[in-house]
C-alpha cells in the first residue's frame, strides 16, 4: 500500500468494480451505462469535432517561400 489512504480507496473501489464485472471493462461499461440510463437523469452525448478548411493558402503555397532574400535586396 501506498502512504495516501485516498489513493489505495480509489484502487479498492476500482479491483471491487471491476470484480463484480467478472473482470471484464467491456461488462462493467455497459452494466454502468444501463443503470445511468435506468436513473432517469441527462447524459451527455458528446459528438466528434471536426476541423472545418478555412481555405486560406498554406505558407508553402506562396512562390517567395523557398527564397534566400527578399527581391529588395538581391
Known amino acids: 500500500m501506498s502512504n495516501n489512504p485516498i489513493l489505495d480507496e480509489l484502487h479498492a473501489t476500482r479491483a471491487k468494480l ?4 467478472g473482470g471484464d471493462l467491456h461488462r ?3 452494466e454502468a451505462r444501463k443503470r445511468a440510463l435506468a436513473s432517469g437523469r441527462p447524459i451527455a452525448e458528446p459528438t466528434q469535432r471536426t476541423i472545418r478548411c478555412s481555405g486560406a493558402a498554406k505558407p508553402s503555397d506562396l ?3 523557398n527564397l534566400s532574400s527578399p527581391p529588395a535586396e538581391r
Open 18 to 21: 471491476l470484480a463484480e464485472a
Open 28 to 30: 462493467y461499461i455497459a
Open 63 to 65: 512562390p517567395v517561400e
